[in-house]
């Protein structure tokens, strides 16, 4: 579906706050790449999600994200998906109409919404209030996001936490298919992968000097609250 998708990281530093987390990444990534973000807790997997998706700027270095035959002017969220730690769910609504509004919002033409939820073998709870489903379905409905409008680039916070062993190779075999399409996918994530050819970025590789690990921000002036993602 997708020719030539590619990014392509150089010499990357990423901060949080005032606290440099990451410096020196580097690396290129083509259509059908698949890499499994790890690292200690704190060390900046799901700041460097954020950072590939736009929603903050590196510190240093150059990023750049391309599809062939795609306007160079895309903005960042035609190109990525980003699936946070949260599912990001209206639990007063319906499925169907969470995933309505997704759908206008990134603009559809991939699968509809319920051939998405099907894939996630998650049809059944098209109708039911968000609220009631469980944390496993809550993260398959936020994956079916990915089918309703697709992106070449899908970045990954986590995307097995709370799915069975069935539902994770189901969801895995959706990876794979995306990358038989030309999609590259990154995924931040504290267990295996079982996915064909996974490349491993290490952000323990990656320290920036000054970094404190795991410490949590003690100083009220050096935090700030960020909303997920839209
Ligand atoms: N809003 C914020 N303001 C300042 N520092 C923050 C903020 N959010 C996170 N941090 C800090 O940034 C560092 C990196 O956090 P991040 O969530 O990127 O790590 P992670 O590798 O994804 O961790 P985990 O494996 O626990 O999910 C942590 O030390 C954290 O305290």
Known sequence: MWSDARLVMTQLALSRGERALVAGLSLELSGGDAVALVGPNGSGKTSLLRVLAGLAEPTAGDLVMSVEGADSDLPRNALVHLGGHQDGL????????????????????????????????????????????????????????????????????????????????????????????????????????????????????YPAHGRGGEQAVSDAESYWLESEPA
């Open 90 to 205: 209206k639990g007063a609504l319906t499925v169907r109409q969470n995933l309505d509004f997704w759908t206008a919002y990134f603009g559809g033409s991939g699968f509809s919404i319920s051939e998405s939820l099907d894939q996630l073998g998650v049809g059944h709870v098209i109708d039911l209030p968000a609220a009631i489903l469980s944390q496993g379905q809550k993260r398959r409905v936020a994956l079916a996001r990915l089918l309703v409008a697709p992106r070449p680039i899908w970045l990954l916070d986590e995307p097995t936490a709370a799915l069975d062993v069935a539902s994770t190779t189901r969801f895995l075999s959706l990876v794979e298919a995306h990358r038989a399409s030309g999609g590259i996918v990154i995924a931040a994530t504290h267990t295996m992968l079982d996915l064909q050819n996974l490349r491993t970025l290490d952000l323990g590789d």
